[in-house]
DNA sequence: ATCGTTCATCGCCGATAGGCGATTAAGCCT
DNA sequence: AGGCTTAATCGCCTATCGGCGATGAACGAT
């Protein structure tokens, strides 16, 4: 992404970097997001819209506005299934999204990332 | 915070901790605030806000709303220094916002958080 | 007391977010 | 074809965000 380490010269993260973690930070700045993402790593298999819904306890339509922006930050997977939408946790982000958080909190990440 | 380990018995993260956690991730869900705590976390001691409008590039007034948000999410502590202030990262949260990152991922926090 | 410096706060703006019901689209099954 | 189920999209609402210039508050120095 950046040869000098995602750390310009002046000592400040790269924009891009930084607006990249940022749409990711976004996409978990709602209570309700935070429940499905974490909600769907602990699942082995996917879950349809209806099972989340059910397990939310919000509009479908509202739910379904939720999974389109954790699927848009690819933090979430989808795979048609018949009439239904099996929504899965992206495992890339399993590994690269805590290490994001590493860097902002001033540990770069040692791990090799670029996956997500 | 929760007998149960912070899931309730459907499987869903406590909605209480959700909302703190996506309290955090909102907080960095801007890419200057995401520049603004990386920066400061790589700085040995606290920065005045001079300092940071210089490495920012932005007008004051609007780094100094950002810095509110940042601290009133205690991502970052700050210090009066005569007619100054000073602003450094708040230790604390380098060890427990990653961690948190990865119980939205999934993974339990095997270390003892609870400081922020 | 007055000035200069440093920073927070206010008011305004356009843009985005989050919730919902209603509608549309896509598959399945008779 | 017709109806049923599942889920995405649309439109509307209010609320919050992010940027800015201007103003105000606190402090040090003269």
């Not at 000592?11 to 997001?33: E, I, K, M, N």
């Not at 509009?59 to 922006?69: D, E």
């Not at 929504?87 to 958080?101: G, K, L, M, W």
Request: hydrophobic residues 45%.
């Amino acid at each position: 992404m950046n040869d000098e380490g995602v750390v310009g010269v002046a000592g400040l993260l790269d924009r891009a970097t930084a607006q990249t973690y940022a749409s990711w930070f976004r996409a978990l700045a709602d209570p309700t997001r935070v429940q499905i993402v974490e909600y769907l790593a602990r699942q082995a298999q996917a879950m349809s819209v209806g099972e989340i819904v059910a397990a939310i306890g919000l509009a479908q339509s509202t739910v379904s506005q939720h999974l389109k922006i954790l699927t848009e930050v690819r933090f979430v997977l989808v795979e048609p299934v018949g009439t239904a939408r099996h929504y899965r946790i992206n495992d890339a982000c399993v590994d690269c999204f805590p290490s994001a958080a590493d860097v902002v909190m001033g540990r770069p990440a040692p791990s090799p990332n670029g996956t997500c």
